[in-house]
Each structure stands twice: as C-alpha cells, then as structure tokens.
C-alpha cells in the first residue's frame, strides 16, 4: 500500500507543536517528552525526508532546523540576556547555554535522519555544528566582551581577597572554549589575552608598591604566594593551558621586572641574605627565579646574571677579607703567635664550605652558582699573602696536617675530610704546578726524616690529587712513597748483609735510603770531607750495593743526612741528633781542642754559605755545644771556636736544628724551568699534528693545553716560540710573519 505523501506545511506544522512544547520545558516547564511524541516527531522527519522528489523536503527541513533556533534565541535567549549586567548576566549566560546545548541536543534527535543521510551526502555541517553556530554568531559575538570584562573583575575581586562564585566563573569559561568547537582561539583570543593583559597591570601596580614598601623576603614571600594562588586560580575555574602564560606573566611583572631593585635592597637583598646566612629566602629566591626559561624571555636572563654577579662578588668580598686578615697578621706574626697561613687555609675551607652549602642546598645545584662560585674563589685563592703565593700556603697547610705534631689532635675522619677539602681547593688555584712542586718538597722532608704521622693518609691524598689533577700530576711522588717502601727492604738486606760479613761492619749504626733520582726534589750535593768515622760506613754500603747491581751510580746527598752523637760533657752524656753536616764538624773537635774558622772550611770541605749556617747553629743559637769567639751573635771569618765542655741541658737527648732555609726561592726557579720544558713541548706537539698555524691561533691552544696546570705567561709562550725557531723546530712563513710551519 502507498504511503500517504506529507507536505511540508502539514509536516512544519506538527513539528513546530513538538519545538514549542521543548521550549516550554526549557523555560521551566514539568512538561516531558513520552516515547510516542518522540517517535512521531523522528517518524515525520523522516517521511518527510524519504518521500519521491518532488515532495522530498530534506532541504526545507534542514534550514527550517537552522531557522528554529535563529527565532528562539532572538525572541527569547537575548532578551533575557540584555536585561542583566555583571554577575547576573554571567549566570543567565550559564543557563541560556546550558538551554542551548539541552535544545540542541533533542532537536538533532528529531532531525537525525538528516544527519545520517542528507548532510553526509551533501557535505554540509552537522546538526550539532548548525546549533552551536547559530548561538556563536548570535549570542557569542554580542555578549563576550561583557562576559569577559565581568570574569575579570570577579578575578580581580578575588585577587583583593574577596570571595566569589568559582564554579560560576569555572561554567562561564566552559562557553569560551566550547564554542570553539574543538579549537580554543575563541578562549585564547577573546579571554585569555585580555585577562593577561589584566593581570599584567595589575600585579604591575602590586609591583610597584610592594618594592617601595617590604623587605626582599617580604617582597618574595607575596610573590610566591600570588603565584600559588594564580595556579589555584587555573585549577579552579581557568583553562588548564592558561597555567605557562598566566604563570609568566606574573613572574615578569613581579620577579623579572623588579629583579635588580630586588636584589639591590640595602639591608634585606641578595647581598644581605648571602650575609646573614638566610637559607629559606635565598632558596625561596631561588624557587622563584629558576623556573622562569631563560630561552623565552631575555630579562629573565638578564636576572640570573645579576644574581650570579652578587653572589660572586660577596664571596670574593669575604674571601679577601680573610687574606687581608692573613696579611696583617703575616706582619706581625711574632706578636700574634700563631701560623697565619694555616688560618687563612682553614678559614677559607669554612668560607668554602658555607657557600658550597647554599649552592646545594639553596641552589639546588645549578650549574650557574656553581660557575660563579669557582670564579669568586679562584679570585682570592690565587693571591700572595706574606710573599708567599696561595700555592705554597696550601702546600704548608697539609704538611701541618699530615706530619707528628704538626697540627691538632684530629680523628683519621675529620684529617680525610679536611684532606678531601684541599684538594677542592686545589682546584680553584691556577699554578698547580707550583703546589705540585711545594708538596713534593714537603713531602719528601716527611719520608726521609720519618715525620709522616700516617702512611694511610699519605696515600690517601695522592689518591685525591691523582682524582683531580691526573696521573702525571702526582707520578712522582707516588714514586717517591714507592722508594722508601723498597728501601726499607733494602736496608734489612743490608742489615742481613752486615750479620753474614762480620769483618764488613762499619763500625756504627748505618741506615741508608736508597732513591730514584728522577721522583725526587733536587739536592744539593757537596763533595763534603767525611770523618773517618763515616768513611768506613760508605765504603761498606758500597760494597754492599755492587752486589746488588753494579749499573747504578750512588750518589750521596749529605744535606739529607741525620746522626746520633754522644756528647761527653762534665755534668753528662748527652745525645745530640745532629745533620751529618753538623756532625762532621763536631767530630773535627775530637782531635782539636781550638778550630779557626779558615781550619774548619779546610777540613771540612764546605763552602762558606753553608758553613755559616752550621757553625751559628752550633755555636750562637739555642745550644751552644761549641764556644765562639768572640762572643756575638753571628759567624764571621775570623772566629775561633773550641768545644764547650760546660755545656748541659735538662734533657738527655736533644736535636739541634738547623736555621731555615727559605726554598721558595729554589721552588719557583725548578718551577719555570720545568714550564718552559712544558711550554716547548705543547708548541711542538700542536705544530707536530697542524704543521701550519697563525700565531695568534697557536698561543691560544698553547693556552688551553696548559691551563689545566698553570696559567702561562703570554709573553713566555712568545719567547719559546723564537727558541723554538733557532733550534730549527720552526719557521716563519716567508710572506706571512705571523704563520708558522713545523720543520722538525
């Protein structure tokens, strides 16, 4: 049977009673849709869709759908809207929308059939697009900006502390991104960049005032805490990808803005913090400042330098502090009565260790802080202090550390960790070479004299510096604690060598260290007039050795020599632990009873310099074995001197020193020697693997490849490079004076 045809007067008519019925239900009435209305409305869409051109009305149906809400929105949806402003009309914004999207919702039910099967054909938008379209161009573009302007004053409202509709503002901003329909340019664009703008101004002026008015803590404290509150602000009721760009917003106006007033406060900046050791603000300071990215906003950048510079300049300020501290003292060094150069060293371990912390703790590490701390410090550790540069202080410093009675009764902890310290330290220091060569010196007064109070601890810091510097750095003086480990077992095969040879004994107690001349600090070596006594003790050890092997050449370092004398003095035998220097010239007195000074050089062998020194000590200084005259307090050529038989002491056995002898003099000397042979060989190893390089190009890796032990000297390089020239390693371009061609 043949389906009667609907026309669209008749089918439009029915279906307007359904629409009416729906706005009825959406302006509160109870009314509800049954099955069978539901069905008849979605059955006479659908007949009227399907039914034989030219009563197929798809089209008609398709703009009067359009139409329905065109009408509605017009007559009701606006009216009701215009007659409210501010909060009022945000709320009967909310419900007109939710309206909307509830019409919108069962009419495309009603009209599905074209939906499935007009629309896809023809391309056109959907039924749901069509309804939110039409409260887009209709709703949307008049009533947004008052919208917008009225979510902003309820924020700023709250910004001021006052309470406010957050779901409200949380439904109103749902329209700004829904009406995208999948995009957010209508949020972006027509919320979101006023509102930042908004915000701009107003912590602006927030800025403005709080800068003239709190503390630095005080300013950081309500910047934190309106940034805490802005994120809350977007968990409440804003957009989640508002969060990045509200949050940098605030962070200019409050943080990037003011950044060098900020620091600069007198008595509460950065310089001021750092002083007063402020932990929680320099890590709020930090909290604050680290997350802005630096790559999107150069002020940003401009910040973190600033902080960088004060916090480099109060450690350098502190840090010179204590090397004037240390000058002063050098000065007066007799009245103060202490060691000024250990001070320093443990005064800037504390000052290392203070702002190490607040780089860890504060700075979470940043490689900035780091950078600008290493800076700071290498500007202070490098000074001369009492003439004596850094290099030598720090070398001093663990040698007291290290040697018996050299420092306070510390723990084998407590010595690792100042141990460990030093050698961080050690790296802000620029002449390590210089350090490397005072340490040597020192350590090897150490082992030959045995005044190491712990081998463990020696080891242990070669150990570190070998960490830190590299293997060659420490080379030698690892083989240095190497040797007298095998001169130990040297000396007890020499001692088994003496038992097994009875008529080889040489008649007094002998120990000899047998060392590698390459690990060790030069000597000086003397050709030193032996007693008798002594002559027979090498000849043996001779004997001995050329067992052993007779490609090595022994060559005695007397000044290294220590010996046990008894001294027989009317009151009582004495034991006096003299240098072999100071022995040989005693021992001269066993045959004479009165030396010239001219008789004692002659018999002797010594030069003048040291003969002075050895005679004052003996004779002018705190024991005086032998008698001088005339009487004075220093040896001239013209002195007699004759053995003091009168002489005693408390004591049954003493050590009688040596005045000092300032090696620092002999250290930087072996030091720039070993620099030019260091200097020489980059060249030549750089021009080896160039072959052709322009001057400036070679100093510069010259530079580099030697910084890591010293800072060389620019004009040393230059001057290198022109021995390096007459030796025939190197030529000047014949046209270009400032290129180089390696030759060897």
Known sequence: MERKVIELDQGWDYMQKGITKLKRILEGSVEQFNSEEYMMLYTTIYNMCTQKPPHDYSQQLYDKYKDSFEEYISSTV????????????????????????????????FFHYLDRYFIARRSLPALNEVGLTCFRSLVYTEISAKARNAVIVLIDKEREGEQIDKALLK??????????????????QDFEAPMLEDTGVYYSHKASSWILDDSCPAYMLKSEECLKKERDRVAHYLHSSSEAKLVEKVQ????????????????????????????????????????????????????????????????????????????????????LGFDYSQVLIRKVIELHDKYLAYVSDCFQ???????????????????????????????????????????????DEAIEDILEKVVKL??????????????????????????????????????KLKQ???????????????DLTLAKDNQNEFENYLSNNPNAHPGIDLSVNVLTTGFWPSYKSSDLNLPSEMVRGVQVFKEFYDTKSKHRKLTWIYSLGSCQLIGNFEAKKIEMVVSTYQAA????????????????????????????????????????????????????????????????????????????????????????????????????????????????????????QLSRMFKPDIKAIKKRMEDLIARDYLERDKENANLFRYLA
């Open 78 to 109: 606006l009216p009701a809207i215009r007659e409210k402003h501010d909060e009022f009309m945000l709320r009967e914004l909310v419900k007109r929308w939710g309206n909307h999207k509830l019409m919108v919702r069962w009419l495309s039910r």
């Open 468 to 482: 830190q510097c590299g293997g060659q750095f420490t080379s030698k003086m690892e083989g240095m604690v190497t």
């Open 585 to 704: 010239i005693l021992l001269l007195f066993n045959t004479s009873d009165r030396l010239s000074y001219s008789e004692i050089m002659t018999q002797s062998n010594l030069g003048h310099e040291d003969l002075v020194r050895l005679l004052h000590s003996l004779s002018c200084a705190k024991y005086k074995i032998l008698i001088k005259e005339p009487i004075s307090k220093t040896v001239s050529p013209n002195d007699i001197f004759e053995f003091n038989p009168k002489f005693t002491d408390r004591m049954r056995r003493i050590k009688i020193p040596l005045p000092v002898v300032d090696e620092r003099k002999k250290v930087v000397e072996d030091v720039d020697k070993d620099r030019r042979y260091a200097i020489d060989a980059a060249i030549v190893r750089i021009m080896k693997s160039r072959k052709v390089l322009g001057h400036q190009q070679l100093v510069s890796e010259c530079v580099e």
């Open 252 to 335: 200019h106006e409050l943080l990037v803005n003011f950044s060098t007033q900020l620091l600069e406060k007198e008595n509460s900046g950065c310089r001021a913090l750092l002083r007063d050791d402020k932990v929680d603000d320099l890590s709020r300071m930090y909290r604050l400042y680290h997350k802005i990215p630096k790559g999107l906003d150069p002020v940003a950048t401009i910040f973190k330098q600033v902080l960088i510079m004060y916090f480099s300049q109060h450690i350098t300020a502190e840090g010179m502090l204590l090397v004037q501290q240390a000058e002063d003292a050098a000065s007066n060094q007799v009245i």
């Open 171 to 188: 439904n109103v901003l749902d329209i700004f991104v829904e009406i995208g329909m999948g995009q957010m340019d209508c949020y972006e």
């Open 426 to 463: 050690l790296a802000y220091i620029s002449d390590k070479d210089l350090f490397a060569e005072f340490y040597r010196k020192k350590l090897a007064r150490r082992l030959l004299f045995e005044r190491s109070a712990n081998e463990e601890h020696e080891k242990s810091i070669l150990t």
């Open 365 to 411: 590490n940043h490689t900035l802080f780091h950078k600008a701390m290493k800076e700071a410090f290498e500007i202070f550790c490098n000074k001369t202090v009492g003439g004596s540069p850094s290099a030598e202080l720090l070398a001093t410093f663990c040698d007291n550390i290290l040697k018996k009675g050299g420092s306070e009764k510390l723990s």
